[in-house]
């Protein structure tokens, strides 16, 4: 009787030491980037979670299902291997949220920044306080970000069209890393909505959803 309560006894603490470590590995998260100035930060809804649901069952990459909600001055930050930031209209980084940001960008962190058309005058103006040594270049299509996962040679898919101009990747690079990747005119998180959203195509919501998990494999890798 002895022994059979004792093998209980291990089962039961293999099954709980199971279930901390199955935890432990799903409390990697990525969040989405709450900033001032009156843009729309909250937009695109459902593109995060179908991105991390993407990203889960295509690359078995065990991502918490659950994005978060970062600020851009909190210190939470720096708990996300990968930030996606979007919106339409105005951003506004005080010059403690700059410094904050600028922080975790140099220290591992990775930024996300999808133009969901008219963020880009602004977020050029704002990044210039976070990075003013820097600018914007755009990525040649053989960066490996267009191919860490998915191969995209000739670089961003062409989610929606709005001024008729060709997608474009810029990126930030701080001592030959990609630590900021800045989408523009592709409206590459629309692609990751629910289909019910835009009725976009299954083939053109592939595609957007693989340059997505190639973002965050790529930020994931440079960890």
């Known amino acids: ?115 969901n058309y008219g963020l880009d005058p602004f977020i050029r103006r704002e990044m210039k306080k976070v990075f003013p040594e820097l600018s914007f270049i755009e990525l040649p299509f053989d960066h490996e970000v267009y191919k860490v996962k998915y191969n995209f040679p000739d670089g961003l898919p062409k989610v929606h069209e709005h001024d008729g101009k060709n997608p474009q990747g810029f990126g930030l690079i701080w001592e030959g890393r990609l630590i900021c990747y800045y989408s523009f005119e592709t409206d590459l998180g629309n692609g990751w909505e629910d289909q019910s959203v835009y009725n976009d195509p299954e083939e053109l919501r592939r595609k957007a959803l693989q340059m997505g998990a190639n973002l965050v494999s790529y930020a994931f890798m440079i960890l």
């Open 1 to 115: 009787m002895k022994s059979r309560a004792l093998v209980k006894c291990i089962i039961l603490l293999l099954t709980l030491l199971s279930s901390k470590a199955t935890q432990a590995q799903s409390a990697l998260k990525i969040a989405k980037l709450k900033y001032g100035g009156g843009g729309d930060w909250y937009a695109n809804k459902t593109s995060l979670p179908n991105l991390i649901k993407f990203c889960n069952t295509e690359l078995k990459m065990n991502i918490n299902p659950v994005e978060d909600v970062v600020e851009t001055g909190s210190t939470d930050i720096f708990g996300y291997p990968f930030v996606h930031m979007t919106g339409h209209g105005n951003v506004v980084f005080t010059d403690s949220e700059a410094q904050n940001l600028r922080s975790y960008l140099l220290s591992g962190g990775f930024l996300h920044i999808d133009d």
